[in-house]
C-alpha cells in the first residue's frame, strides 16, 4: 500500500521549484536575446571600424553583465533542486534527465564562463578579432545551454528514448538520439529561444524608445531600434509558426493540457478556439455539469487547426480524456482514467511481488510477476493517482496565462512592423506616442515569456514526467518547515537581487552610452 | 558484470574526482575573498583583489555545477541522497554561492541597494562557508552520513508508515550533522586553508603592487601552517582507521580495519598522484615563502592540489570501497556499482567527456590572454573595464 502523502510538502516544494524557476527566467531571455543584438553591433564596429558601434555595443554590455550575474545566480539552485526537493524524481528518471545537465554544464556554461570575461575583460587585452569571436561565443554558450535544459524539459513533458528496469526500479537510457532530438525538444528549443531573442529585441527598442522620448542619443537610439526591430520581427513572426507546431505536438502528447489550456471539457469534431473568454469560478469538476464558460468568442475549427493541422479533425475535451472511449491519433481507443488507474496499480503491486520474490528466491512468483508487471508498465504512474479530478490541471491558470501569451505574441509581431514602418519613413524620432508604447512593450515581453512558462509545467500537473510519474511521488523526504524557509530565503534573496539589478540598470541606462551627447545627428 | 560497464563506471569515477580536484582549485576565488578586508588595507587595494579573483569567479562556479550536474547524470543514486537527504548544508553552500554570483558585478554600481560594503561581506561569507561545508561534505566520504536507501519505498514496501521517497535523511537536521563530527570539520577546515592559501599564491601571481604583495607573502606562512595541521590529522585519522569495504563478490559492504591505508598501498598509482600532488603543493607554498621574488607558486600548488583531491576519491571509491557511507546501516552505502547509472548512459556521457580536453584548451587560451600582465594600481586608477 503507498503511504498517504503529505500534501504541503508536495505543494511547498512546487511553490519553490516554480518560485526558482521564475525568477530564473526573468533574466534568461534577455541573456539569450541581447547576446545575439550586442554581437551584431560589434561585427559592425568590426567592420566598419567605426568607434560608435563599439560604444554602443558596450553599452548594451554592461546592461547585459547586470543581469546575466542573476541568471547565473537564480540557476544554480535549479542545477541542485532536482536532487535537494525532488530526490525520487532524481533517482527515478535520473539516468536520462541527468545527461543532458552534465552536457549543458560541460559544452555550453564553460563557453560561457570563459569567453564572458573576454567579452567584459579582454577590450585592450585581446585583438579585434579574438574579441568579437568571444562575443559570438557567449551568444553561442548561452543557446547551447537552452538546447540542453529544453531538451530535458522536453523530455519531462513527453518521455521517449528510455525502458522501466524492475531491477533498479527506474528508467532507463535506451535512444539518446531520441531524447536530445525528439520533435517536442527540437521545437521548445526554437519556441523558447526565440521568445528570449523576442524579448531581448523589445527591450533594445522600449529602452531605445526612451532615449528619443528623452531627445538624447538620438543616432544611438535610432541604430539600436533598426537592428533590434529587424531581429525581433524575424523572431516573433517565426515564434508563431513553432507556437503552432507547439499545439500540434501538445494535441499528440499532452492533450489534457491542451483541453485544459482552452477550457474544453467535452470533445468535438471542428472544435473552435476561444479567442476571448472567461471561466466560470463555479465549475470546479470536470463533470459537475456546470458550463465552462460565463461568455466566450470562438473562432470556429480552430482548435481543431492548432492540434491537428486540420479543421474538422476530433479534439477530445478534459471529460473525454478522463472517461475514454475515443479513437486516438494512432488507432487505438482511449482508456479510461479509471482503468488506467487500476492498472498503474497493477504494475505497482507486480513490481512489489517481483522484488519480494527475488529477495527471497522465489523464481517462479518472480516471472509471474514480471508479466504482470510488463503487461500493465505503460501505466505506472497513474497507480499513484488517488482521485480523478487530480489529472486535470488547473484550467483558469493554464487558459488565462496562454490567451496572455498568444495575444502578446501577436501584439509583438504587430509592434515590430510598426517601428520597421515609421523608421524606414524617418517618422519614428518625432512619435512621441510610439516611444511611450515602446517603453511599455517591455515589461508585456516578461509577461508573454512567463505565462508560457506556466503553461508548460502548469500544464503537466499532475506529472513531474508525463503519464510515469506524478508529483506526489516525486519529492525528497523533508519537513515541510524547511521546505517553507527555504522558499522565503530564495524569495528574499532574489527580490532583492532583482530590485537592486533594476535600480543599477536604470542608473546605467539613465548615464547612456558613452558618445558625446550633442554632437551633430546624435540629437 | 559485464566488463565495460564496470569500465565506465570507474572512468566516471575518476572523472568527478578531477572535477572534484579542479573545483578545489578554483576555490582559491573564494579563498582570496575571505582575505579581503585581512589583505585589502584600502579601497584600491580591495578593488585589485576584487578584479583578480573577479575574473576566474565564473570558472569555480561553473566547475560547482558541472561537478554537480555530472554527479547526477553518472551517480544518479548520490544526487538523489545526498542532496534531497543533506538538504541544508547544501542548500546553506548554494546561499553563499548565490550571494557571490551578484556580488562582483553590483559591489561598486550605484543603486545596488544595500552598499559596497554588503557584497564584500557576501564575498567573505561564501570565501568563508564555501570552503568549509565543502571540504565537510567531501569527508562525509570517508565518514559516513545519516541516510537510509531502499527502492522499495516507492512501491510502497516500506510499510504504512513510511514516506515513498527511495533515499531519506534519519534525522531532522538534515546535513548540518555533518559539522558535529570533527574528523568532518578538520578537512572542512583544511580545505579553506587551502583555498586561503591558493588566493595568496594567485594574487602574488596576478596583482603587482607591492604592499599588498608583502601583506599577502606574511599572511602564507600561518595560513599554510593551519592547511597542514588540519590536512595532515584528518589525512592520518583517515589511513588509520576502519573504512567501508565492499564484497566484490556479493556487493555486501563490511568494515574493514585500516581501509584506506590498504587502498593506497594496493594501488600504488593511486598513491603515487595523491603523494604528488601533495608535494608539489608544497613546493609551490614552500618557494613562495623562502623566495621572495617567486610568483608562480600558485600554478604548481594549483596542479598539486587537483592531484591530491583526485587521489583522496580514488582512495574513497576504488578498490571496492563504498564511497557514501551510511552510518545507519551499512549496507545502504553507495558504492560505484550500486549508484550509478545504466550503461548506455554512461557510454553517452563518456562521448560527451571527449570534449573536455577541448574545453580545457580554450580556457587555457582564453586565461593566458587575460592574465597576459598583472593587475596594478594604474589599470585600476585608468581602466574603465574593471569591477
Known amino acids: 500500500m503507498i503511504a498517504n502523502v503529505d500534501t504541503s510538502l508536495v505543494d511547498w516544494s512546487r511553490a519553490q521549484f516554480a518560485l526558482t524557476a521564475m525568477y530564473h527566467w526573468i533574466f534568461v531571455p534577455l541573456t539569450l536575446g541581447l547576446s545575439v543584438i550586442q554581437a551584431v553591433m560589434e561585427t559592425m ?42 530526490s525520487n524524481y532524481s533517482w527515478f528518471v535520473g539516468d536520462i534527465f541527468g545527461a543532458p545537465l552534465a552536457i549543458e554544464g560541460i559544452l555550453a556554461f564553460f563557453m560561457e564562463a570563459t569567453f564572458i570575461a573576454v567579452m567584459f575583460f579582454g577590450w585592450d587585452k585581446v585583438s579585434k578579432k579574438f574579441h568579437l569571436a568571444s562575443t559570438w561565443l557567449v551568444s553561442l554558450g548561452a543557446t547551447l545551454s537552452a538546447w540542453w535544459i529544453l531538451v530535458a524539459n522536453a523530455w519531462m513533458q513527453h518521455p521517449v528514448g528510455m525502458q522501466f528496469n524492475p531491477d533498479t526500479v527506474r528508467n532507463e537510457m535506451v535512444d539518446f538520439m531520441a531524447v536530445a532530438f525528439s520533435p517536442d525538444a527540437v521545437n521548445k528549443f526554437f519556441h523558447s529561444v526565440l521568445s528570449g531573442w523576442v524579448l531581448g529585441a523589445v527591450f533594445v527598442v522600449g529602452v531605445s524608445c526612451w532615449f528619443l522620448l528623452k531627445n538624447r542619443q538620438r543616432r544611438f537610439a535610432l541604430k539600436s531600434i533598426k537592428i533590434a526591430a529587424v531581429f525581433g520581427i524575424i523572431s516573433a513572426g517565426l515564434i508563431v509558426f513553432t507556437g503552432h507546431v507547439a499545439g500540434t505536438i501538445i494535441g499528440k502528447t499532452q492533450p489534457m493540457k491542451l483541453a485544459a489550456a482552452e477550457g474544453f471539457y467535452e470533445g468535438k469534431e471542428g472544435a473552435g478556439l476561444v479567442a476571448v473568454g472567461l471561466l466560470n469560478p463555479a465549475k470546479q469538476t470536470y463533470n459537475d455539469g ?14 481543431s487547426f492548432l492540434a491537428n493541422s486540420n ?20 488507432g487505438t481507443i482511449a482508456l479510461p482514467a479509471e482503468e488506467k488507474i487500476e492498472r498503474g496499480k497493477k504494475a505497482i503491486t507486480a513490481l512489489a511481488h517481483y522484488r519480494e520474490a527475488g529477495k527471497s528466491g522465489d523464481e517462479a512468483t518472480k516471472a509471474a510477476a514480471y508479466k504482470d508487471f510488463q503487461e500493465n508498465v505503460e501505466y505506472f504512474g497513474y497507480g499513484y493517482i488517488k482521485d480523478i479530478n487530480e489529472l486535470v490541471p488547473s484550467v483558469p491558470l493554464n487558459f488565462y496565462s496562454f490567451r496572455i501569451m498568444v495575444v502578446l505574441g501577436f501584439y509583438f509581431v504587430l509592434f515590430f512592423i510598426v517601428v520597421i514602418y515609421l523608421g524606414y519613413k524617418e517618422k519614428l524620432h518625432k512619435m512621441k506616442w510610439m516611444h511611450w508604447i515602446g517603453v511599455l512593450t517591455i515589461p508585456l515581453a516578461y509577461i508573454a515569456g512567463q505565462a ?67 554632437e551633430e545627428g546624435n540629437n | 558484470m559485464d566488463q565495460t560497464y564496470i ?22 576565488v573564494q579563498g582570496g575573498n575571505s582575505l579581503l578586508f585581512e589583505i585589502g588595507k584600502n579601497d584600491a587595494e580591495r578593488k585589485m583583489m576584487i578584479n583578480s579573483t573577479g575574473r576566474k569567479w565564473e570558472f569555480t562556479f561553473t566547475t560547482l555545477v558541472t561537478f554537480g550536474a555530472s554527479f547526477f547524470a553518472s551517480f544518479p543514486l548520490f544526487y538523489s541522497t545526498s542532496f534531497g537527504g543533506a538538504y541544508w548544508l547544501w542548500m546553506i553552500i548554494l546561499f553563499t554561492f548565490v550571494l557571490q554570483a551578484v556580488s562582483y558585478e553590483f559591489q561598486d554600481r550605484a543603486g545596488n541597494l544595500v552598499g559596497k560594503k554588503t557584497y564584500h561581506i557576501f564575498l567573505i561569507i561564501n570565501g568563508i562557508l564555501g570552503p568549509v561545508l565543502l571540504g565537510g561534505a567531501v569527508a562525509t566520504f570517508f565518514n559516513g552520513s545519516n541516510f537510509i536507501v531502499d527502492k522499495g519505498n516507492i512501491l510502497g514496501l516500506g510499510g504504512l508508515e513510511s514516506s515513498s521517497v527511495i533515499s531519506q535523511w534519519a534525522n531532522a537536521s538534515h546535513g548540518l550533522d555533518a559539522l558535529l563530527d570533527p574528523w568532518n570539520v578538520a578537512l572542512g577546515l583544511a580545505v579553506f586553508f587551502l583555498a586561503r592559501v591558493l588566493g595568496i599564491l594567485y594574487f602574488i601571481n596576478s596583482i603587482d603592487h607591492e604592499p599588498l604583495i608583502k601583506r599577502c607573502r606574511k599572511a602564507l606562512i600561518p595560513n599554510t601552517a593551519i592547511f597542514l595541521v588540519s590536512f595532515l590529522a584528518f589525512v592520518i585519522r583517515t589511513l588509520l582507521k576502519d573504512g567501508f569495504a565492499v564484497n566484490p563478490d556479493t556487493q555486501e559492504i563490511f568494515m574493514q580495519s585500516y581501509k584506506y591505508f590498504s587502498n593506497l598501498i594496493e594501488m600504488p598509482i593511486v598513491a603515487g598522484v595523491f603523494l604528488i600532488g601533495v608535494v608539489l603543493v608544497l613546493y609551490g607554498i614552500l618557494r613562495t ?22 587521489g583522496l576519491f580514488l582512495l574513497a571509491g576504488f578498490n571496492n570501497t563504498a564511497y557514501y557511507p551510511s552510518n545507519v546501516d551499512i549496507q ?35 586565461w593566458r590572454s587575460l592574465n597576459k600582465d598583472k593587475i596594478d594600481k594604474d589599470e585600476i586608477d585608468t581602466n574603465k573595464h574593471m569591477y
Do not use: C, H
Open chain 1, 45 to 86: 564596429y568590426y567592420r566598419t571600424g567605426d568607434e560608435f558601434w563599439k560604444k554602443t555595443a558596450k553599452f548594451w554590455m554592461k546592461i547585459f553583465g547586470i543581469n546575466f550575474a542573476v541568471g547565473v545566480a537564480t540557476g544554480l539552485i535549479l542545477e541542485f533542486e532536482f536532487g535537494t526537493n525532488w
Open chain 2, 332 to 366: 545502504y552505502s553507495l558504492t560505484i556499482a550500486n549508484s550509478s547509472s545504466s550503461k548506455n548512459t554512461l557510454k553517452v556521457m563518456a562521448y560527451a567527456s571527449l570534449l573536455m580536453p577541448f574545453v580545457f584548451a580554450y580556457i587555457f587560451y582564453a
Open chain 1, 311 to 330: 479543421f474538422d479533425s476530433f479534439v477530445p475535451g478534459i471529460a473525454d480524456i478522463i472517461e475514454g472511449g475515443y479513437e486516438q491519433d494512432d
Open chain 2, 7 to 28: 569500465f565506465l563506471q570507474q572512468y566516471w569515477w575518476v572523472i568527478i574526482a578531477l572535477l572534484g580536484g579542479i573545483l578545489v582549485f578554483l576555490l582559491f
Open chain 1, 452 to 518: 508560457g512558462w506556466i503553461v508548460a509545467e502548469v500544464g503537466r500537473q499532475p506529472w513531474a514526467i508525463q503519464d510515469l510519474l506524478p508529483v506526489t511521488v516525486a519529492v525528497s523526504k523533508l519537513d515541510v518547515s524547511s521546505v517553507k524557509l527555504t522558499f522565503f530565503i530564495f524569495a528574499f534573496l532574489f527580490t532583492m537581487m532583482l530590485i537592486a539589478a533594476v535600480g543599477i540598470s536604470i542608473r546605467e541606462i539613465r548615464k547612456g552610452p558613452d558618445l558625446p551627447e550633442l
Open chain 2, 289 to 310: 615563502i623562502f623566495q621572495s621574488t617567486y610568483d608562480k607558486g600558485i600554478w604548481f600548488a594549483g596542479f598539486g592540489t587537483v592531484l591530491a583531491v583526485l
Open chain 1, 290 to 303: 456546470e458550463d465552462p464558460f460565463i461568455f466566450r468568442i470562438e473562432i470556429p475549427k480552430m482548435l
